[in-house]
């Protein structure tokens, strides 16, 4: 059984850092690609960032870029998304996400909701204005 337990959420003002982690436990965490997504209310799940087998490889959505950072450390079997410069459009709930990718090339990274097999239970991060 796999589970994903993300941390790191909480409240911070607009132009401020939160670090959020997703810890892995079940299989082998290095054979997994990895991916964050956010959820508002009554919204669809939207994709944030990924990472690939490896952590060499990684895919951002247009709204995070250059704002967010995906990282893993596969030693503590967990994936981080680093975020700075937050905005209060950024406030939702956040989860991680985890697909079994053994037989894949350690380049691929995932966007797509449907790709992925395992998911965390969520963590808020609101961002006051």
């Known amino acids: 059984q796999v589970q994903l337990v993300e941390s790191g959420g909480g409240l911070v003002q607009a132009g401020g850092s939160l670090r959020l982690s997703c810890a892995v436990s079940g299989r082998t965490f290095s054979l997994y690609a990895m991916g964050w997504f956010r959820q508002a209310p009554g919204k669809e799940r939207e994709f944030v960032a990924a990472?690939?087998?490896?952590?060499?490889?990684?895919e951002y959505a247009a709204s995070v870029k250059g704002r967010f950072t995906i990282s893993r450390d596969n030693a503590k079997s967990t994936v981080y998304l680093q975020m700075n410069s937050l905005k209060p459009e950024d406030t939702t709930v956040y989860y991680c996400a985890a697909k079994p990718n053994t037989y894949a090339p350690d380049s691929f990274t995932y966007s797509g909701e449907s790709e992925y097999d395992y998911w965390g239970q969520g963590t808020q991060v609101t961002v006051s204005s």
């Open positions: 990472i690939s087998k490896n952590g060499l490889y990684t």
